[in-house]
């Protein structure tokens, strides 16, 4: 990416299988056939010593009840159509950190919400991880 552009990041999670688009170009398409990610959560991170990563907005939506697994990228059924009419849920309000926290081996670390309402998340010594806590998108 070119710094000072934003990049619309796509993770679609559906049953067992997983893809990731960067500006509407498929990066990752993933199935998990051991099905060893049933559950988890939305977390944000950043690794490395000096990196700044920044989020404008974070949603998230309920895709409905995923079909059976899947054995192969290839073989996967596209995201069901009637889907596209869920709504999507605010996960950052562009205010500040309310419903994220720390990873308790991580608390303090430099997560911050800067003038524009934008969310900044600064590389240290240690990854920063900056999970949500809200329930309400599920």
Do not use: C
Request: no cysteine; proline share 8%.
């Amino acid at each position: 990416p070119i710094p000072g552009e934003w990049v619309k990041l796509e993770v679609i999670a559906e049953g067992n299988r997983f893809r990731i688009s960067a500006n509407d170009k498929l990066a990752v398409d993933h199935v998990d056939t051991d099905n060893t990610y049933q559950r988890g959560h939305i977390a944000l991170q950043v690794m490395d010593p000096g990196s700044v990563i920044e989020f404008e907005s974070i949603e998230v939506k309920d895709l409905g009840r995923p079909g059976p697994p899947v054995a192969a990228p290839s073989s996967a059924a596209p995201t069901d159509p009637s889907s596209r009419s869920r709504r999507f849920v605010q996960l950052f309000n562009g205010k500040d950190l309310t419903g994220w926290s720390h990873a308790p081996e991580h608390m303090g670390r430099d997560w911050t919400v800067n003038a524009n309402g934008e969310l900044v998340g600064t590389g240290s010594d240690a990854p920063a991880v900056l999970a949500t806590t809200r329930t309400d998108y599920t």
